[in-house]
């Protein structure tokens, strides 16, 4: 049973063009983030929804807008993609954003910009 | 800025030797939580162990175990009879007490358990 799944996986695309990541977890947790680990593995929150509310924004791009239709989902769109944008992108979640809860994260999407 | 220091960005061990991993933080407060996460070659990144600062005890999980120094705040993990299975980076992070405060994260280091 995958507790945070991410689709898709790898993403290759040209740059300018507009994409989407989706992130689903069965855990029933109130809290998901959105993370960045560039290519030296350095991870960066970007975002961070509990309960469907925006609770952590980071100095992120105005294209990238987070979407959460409910608390099991939290979509990453990215509008006019750039070749800096080139990351491995990790959802993650946690039963409620107490600091005392670690954090479940999926299998990451490999972002690509050609 | 709090920051988390890893000094070691690559480690090796021997098969079945023990290898510490060191991480250090800067911060002013007096309540907050330690974690090691690793993140083997397959990516999912994978909770170690975590450690609470009011806790003088060192957490221990299995083959892993810290040793958290409060005063010089630092916080190393001890991996003991390392398996193959261990080479992975791995991440030291840091959260403030108190909900919705972010995980700050070191640069990680990337530990190969030869045979």
């Known amino acids: 049973d995958t507790a945070v799944s991410q689709t898709p996986k790898y993403l290759v695309t040209q740059m300018g063009n507009d994409k989407s990541i989706k992130c689903e977890q069965n855990l029933g947790h109130d809290t998901m983030y959105w993370y960045k680990q560039d290519s030296k593995k350095f991870l960066k929150i970007m975002f961070s929804y509990n309960n469907k509310e925006l609770i952590i924004n980071e100095t992120v791009p105005n294209r990238f807008s987070p979407k959460s239709p409910d608390k099991a989902h939290l979509n990453l769109h990215i509008n006019s993609l750039e070749l800096g944008d080139s990351a491995v992108y990790f959802c993650a979640s946690s039963p409620t954003g107490g600091s005392n809860q670690p954090q479940h994260f999926g299998d990451g999407t490999r972002l690509s910009i050609l | 800025a709090q920051t988390v220091t890893q000094s070691q960005p690559e480690m090796s061990v021997q098969e079945a030797e023990t290898v510490t991993l060191s991480c250090t933080y800067d911060?002013?407060?007096?309540?907050?939580?330690l974690f090691w996460y690793k993140q083997p070659p397959s990516r999912q990144m994978i909770l170690v162990i975590r450690?609470?600062?009011?806790k003088q005890q060192n957490a221990t999980e299995n083959r892993f175990s810290v040793n958290f120094q409060k005063a010089a705040k630092s916080f190393s993990l001890k991996i003991s009879d390392s398996q193959l299975g261990d080479t992975a980076m791995y991440f030291c992070?840091?959260?403030?007490?108190?909900?919705?405060?972010?995980?700050?994260w070191g640069l990680g280091t990337s530990l190969a358990v030869n045979p």
């Open positions: 911060t002013s407060e007096n309540n907050y939580y």
């Open positions: 450690q609470e600062a009011y």
């Open positions: 992070a840091f959260k403030y007490a108190g909900n919705n405060r972010k995980l700050i």
